[in-house]
Every structure is written in structure tokens, then in C-alpha cells.
């Protein structure tokens, strides 16, 4: 009886892109594979996944082997975004939600099983140049606004009649006192709160609002993430330098720096916890228009690990061949 075919892999970069960056952990596969979704350099959007299924597991076919990414599909197309966020919702359940920005507007889409991506009614943001996304307990969707004067609001979605969303302000007073004129905003769930926390940073100054209303300083910087841990909030912030700072609000003497790979400029950060490794934050950044997978598992950051995006498919001799991304 003759052997069957070895896989093999086919690579390729992933498709060039602007922008923000849209993380996080959805619920498909064995432990939850990692969603990133990229806004193409002149039009649409890309999604691909990272597949986090342990190394033993096969592959599907044509997608990628354990520990690897895979190839990108276009969506969205007709316009060029700027930035976009993800989150994988309860509702649907289970489906996929999107906040991007195209200039100053932004746009919602929605990914389920059965319709794949679908065009709905975005939030009532008005200009804008941040729309980060973010899902509390019990399912409450939240976008942020960082309007082009640099003023920030948050919007809370009533899901009642869910896919249909009804929106309203929800802006903490707090926020805005202050005279600095804000670049990057992020929102972060944090665990059994009924709000998300608020990071706001400026060349000048950064502070991140918790869900109970205490305002703490953070570095101030360009491009900003955050994400919930085991030691606190982990708020990651790009400032030019070869590295991210990483704060926990209310705790200063955990402050620490994580080295940045490549050279260049830091244009897009996200950053999504893992739950099958509990104190793992994975970030994706793009630093001199190279995407890097990053994994930060140690509060001292002694355990970093860094390695370039690549898109990998498991093919077998014989097999059509397909291609990596699909437009």
C-alpha cells in the first residue's frame, strides 16, 4: 500500500496593510483561535486567524497546522479604512463584531456562521479618528469615540433585539477633565465590571479610567492597547522608542518594557488575553510596515517571545492549489 502524501506548508507575507489593528480571541476551535482583522492599504478589509489548537491536533485542510496563521480573506470592499476593532460577541451566539473607521466615519459589520460578513447600521459617532470596541460581562457592547478635536465618548449598545443595536452616550464625566488633546484611545473588559476601562494618551500625558471611576496615569505615546491579567490591567503604549511600555494603573512599581523586533515607526497595536494560558497577553504590532506576533506571558518580562507574521497552509502533493489570500 503506498504511503500517503507528507503536508507541506505553503507561506506567504501577510497582505499589506494601514491602520489600526483588530484583535482577539474568538471561540472557534479546540482552545479559541485568534481573530485579526487588518485594514488593506487601498481598499477593504482582511480577517485571518491564528490557529491555537495544541500541536498535536490536524490541521483542516487547507488551513493552518497548530501555532500558525492563516491566510487572509478580503471583506468590506469599496472603501479604504483606517483602523478598525474586533471582538467576539455572546450574541448571535457566538458572532463576530466589528467597529471600523473609513476618514471620519465609522462603520459596523457583523460576522455569523450562516451570512459570513454583512454591512449593518454603525454607531452614531460623527467625526471621528478612534473607535476602539470592546464586550463587558453579560454581553454589553461598547465603542469608543476619539472625535477629530480630540475629545473623547464612549457609547453603550442596547443588544435587546440584537443584531439590532440601539446606541447612547455613556461618557464618564472624568474623562474629560483634562486639557490634553488626545491621539489613541483603547477599551478594555475587565473581568465583572459593568464598565470597561478607558485609556487615553497624548504626546503630552496618558491616564486610564477604571470602571469605577479612578483615574491613574500612563505613559504618553502614539498607539496604545490594552488588555485584562492576572497582575491588573496591562496597558501597552508605543512612544518611539525600540520598545512598548507596559503599565499596571494603580501599581507603578510593576511598570516594565517589552523590546520591539524590527525597526521603525509603530502604526498599528492590539492586544487580546488568552484563556487557556492564563497571564498570556498576545499582541499583534506593526512596527516599519512588518506585522509581529507577540506573546507576553511573564510579569517580569523575562518570558517574551516574538516572531513575524506569516501566513502558513498545510497543502498535500496533489491537492489544487489554492491561494494563500483571497481577495
Known amino acids: 500500500m503506498a504511503a500517503s502524501p507528507s503536508p507541506s506548508l505553503r507561506v506567504a507575507s501577510p497582505p499589506v496593510s494601514r491602520g489600526g489593528i483588530g484583535l482577539a480571541q474568538g471561540r472557534y476551535g ?3 483561535n485568534l481573530e485579526l482583522v487588518l485594514c488593506d492599504e487601498q481598499d477593504g478589509l482582511w480577517v485571518l486567524w491564528f490557529n491555537s489548537d495544541p500541536q498535536d491536533t490536524a490541521a483542516e485542510p487547507g488551513g493552518p497546522p497548530p501555532g500558525e496563521w492563516s491566510g487572509g480573506l478580503r471583506f468590506a470592499a469599496g472603501r479604504r479604512y483606517d483602523e478598525v476593532g474586533v ?10 463584531e466589528l467597529v471600523a473607521r473609513s476618514g471620519d466615519s465609522s462603520h459596523r459589520l457583523r460576522w455569523s456562521p450562516e451570512a459570513a460578513f454583512t454591512t449593518e447600521p454603525p454607531p452614531p459617532s460623527g467625526p471621528a479618528g478612534a473607535v476602539p470596541l470592546t464586550e463587558t460581562a453579560h454581553g454589553v457592547l461598547w465603542t469608543g469615540v476619539l472625535g477629530t ?19 447612547s452616550d455613556d461618557t464618564p464625566a472624568h474623562a474629560l477633565l483634562t486639557d490634553s488633546r488626545w491621539t489613541a484611545m483603547a477599551l478594555v473588559a475587565v473581568p465583572d465590571a459593568a464598565r470597561p476601562g478607558i485609556v487615553l494618551v497624548g504626546d503630552r500625558e496618558g491616564l486610564y479610567l ?10 504618553a505615546g502614539t498607539v ?14 508605543w512612544s518611539e522608542g525600540p520598545w512598548l511600555d507596559v503599565l499596571i494603573p494603580g501599581h507603578p512599581g510593576r511598570a516594565r518594557r517589552l523590546p520591539l523586533p524590527g525597526s521603525g515607526e509603530v502604526t498599528g497595536l492590539a492586544a487580546t488575553p488568552v484563556s487557556y494560558e492564563p497571564g498570556r497577553t498576545d499582541l499583534v504590532v506593526r512596527r516599519g510596515g512588518q506585522l509581529w506576533h507577540l506573546r507576553d506571558t511573564g510579569a517580569d518580562g523575562t518570558e517574551f517571545v516574538a516572531t513575524a507574521l506569516m501566513s502558513r497552509l498545510t497543502t ?3 491537492d489544487e492549489v489554492r491561494p494563500v489570500h483571497r481577495g
Do not use: K
Open 210 to 219: 477604571s470602571p469605577t471611576g479612578d483615574t491613574q496615569p500612563v505613559s
Open 87 to 96: 471582538v467576539q460577541s455572546r450574541h448571535g451566539p457566538h458572532h463576530l
Open 316 to 318: 498535500v502533493p496533489g
Open 149 to 167: 478635536d480630540g475629545e473623547p465618548r464612549v457609547l453603550r449598545a442596547d443588544t435587546s433585539a440584537y443584531p439590532h443595536l440601539a446606541w
Open 224 to 237: 496604545a492597547a490594552a488588555a485584562p491579567g492576572l497582575d491588573g490591567v496591562r496597558v501597552y503604549v
Open 30 to 32: 479546540v482552545r479559541g
